[in-house]
């Protein structure tokens, strides 16, 4: 199953695994070491803990080496700018209070609020996709329908 990313999010998937292979794995042998160091390990729980963290990161480093393997970054010049599709900057306004908001959708691990980066898998995303500008998408968010006009599509 591929996972599409962006550049820049693959960048950072891959400066993840840089971090936990070169600083991360040597930080929790040295731990394991150092416990070995202190004698009896069946009644060592420096040497358990330090074990079981080390299997964690392993996990952790496997997990990322296969999304990075399997990832297809998405080549942002090809994507259709007349309608809402994944990167797309889209300026909304809610049409119940009139206030306007913009977000880029983003592939799910890539979304961030803080940086109006929201997942094409969330309901505002979902009911985006494929919207043109001037059409008015009728989102179910918790507390109820709400309706979002496209003001604007961008990059």
Do not use: H, W
């Not at 080390?54 to 990322?64: M, N, P, R, V, Y």
Request: net charge neutral.
């Amino acid at each position: 199953m591929s996972t599409y990313l962006t550049l820049e999010g693959l960048e950072k998937m891959r400066a993840e695994l840089d971090q936990l292979k070169r600083v991360e794995r040597p930080r929790i042998s040295q731990q394991i070491a150092e416990a070995r160091d202190k004698g009896d390990l069946s009644e060592n729980a420096e040497y358990d803990a330090a074990k079981e963290a080390q299997g964690l990161l392993e996990l952790k480093i496997s997990k990322l080496e296969t999304k990075i393997s399997e990832a297809k970054v998405i080549d942002e010049s090809k994507l259709d700018m007349s309608k809402v599709l994944i990167l797309s900057k889209v300026t909304l306004k809610n049409l119940a209070n009139g206030a306007t908001m913009s977000y880029t959708l983003v592939p799910e691990n890539e979304a961030n609020l803080k940086e109006f980066k929201i997942s094409v898998d969330s309901p505002i995303g979902k009911g985006l996709l494929g919207k043109k500008v001037g059409e008015v998408a009728e989102i179910t968010v918790p507390n109820g329908k709400v309706k979002f006009e496209v003001v604007n599509i961008g990059r």
